[in-house]
């Protein structure tokens, strides 16, 4: 069986510049991988690639092998990928109900699993996009994708500016949506430590290039090279 997601001998940029030199990546159906690296190594515009808002040079993109470099971005969202931007995409001036029911797909998502997932959401049904909080309309952001059913779920920095308590619910809506319905997802994250906790992958980005790729349970542990990627401590 092909992997979910293949990504081989990438080259993409912006325009003319070239950002992503050469990235091979691969990924199986229900693996989350934490996508890591500094500001500015690349992370946003890998996920971009994928869903097809930067200009590819070279290399290929598989889903569940289907071939997707050539394909616009709604006909690679129609095969599969779902995606949260890092700027929170949802309908300010709908309800939460609506802006799930807007957009859903037929598949095992439904607005109610959402409201399981996230139970925060089903308090809030009623509420307008833009009366949530912060992490209220990350959450959101995420049930949005989710309904779409999607196969591979592309998350860039869904914890970002969250408070603490908020990073964590979501975080755990995150790995149950993955833990249980064998979706693959890749986060891009700042909080390596949280991150590494709930994926099987990890890959670290460092100019434009993969610098690591292994187990998650592996990286996590290994003080060294995320001291030497990332500057962090675990
Ligand atoms: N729209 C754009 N046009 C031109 N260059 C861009 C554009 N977006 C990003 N870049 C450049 O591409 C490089 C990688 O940026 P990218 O946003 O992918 O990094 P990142 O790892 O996601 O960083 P961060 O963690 O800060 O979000 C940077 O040098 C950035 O200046």
């Known amino acids: ?26 990924l199986d159906q229900g693996e989350t991988l934490a ?78 699993k959402v409201y399981d997932t996230f139970p925060r959401l089903a308090e809030r049904k009623g509420n307008m996009g833009a ?10 952001a995420i049930g949005r994708a989710l309904v ?16 603490p308590i908020l990073v964590e619910e979501v975080l755990r809506g995150i790995e149950n949506v993955t833990k249980n319905e064998g979706l693959s997802v890749i986060i891009v994250e700042q909080h390596p430590q949280l991150i590494l906790a709930i994926s099987q992958r990890a890959v670290i980005l460092d100019r434009g290039t993969v610098v690591h790729q292994g187990p998650a349970h592996e990286l996590r542990h290994d003080q060294a090279l995320l001291n030497r990627w990332l500057g962090v401590s675990v």
């Not at 069986?1 to 691969?26: K, Q, T």
């Open 148 to 163: 779409l059913n999607p196969r591979l779920l592309l998350l860039d920095e869904p914890t970002e500016g969250l408070a």
């Open 35 to 112: 996508l890591l690296g500094r500001n500015g190594t690349g992370k946003t515009t890998l996920i971009n690639t994928v869903v097809g808002v930067t200009r590819r040079h070279k290399g290929s993109i598989q889903l569940g092998g289907q071939p997707l470099e050539h394909l616009a971005p709604h006909v690679r969202a129609r095969a599969g990928i779902g995606w949260v931007p890092q700027e929170r995409n949802i309908f300010r001036s709908l309800t939460v109900h609506e802006n799930l029911t807007a957009v859903a797909r037929p598949g095992s998502w439904t607005p109610a």
């Open 131 to 140: 009366q949530l909080s912060g992490g209220e309309q990350q959450m959101l």
């Open 1 to 26: 069986m092909p992997d979910m997601l293949n990504i081989e001998g990438l080259h993409a940029g912006y325009a003319d510049s070239i950002v992503l030199n050469d990235v091979s990546l691969s």
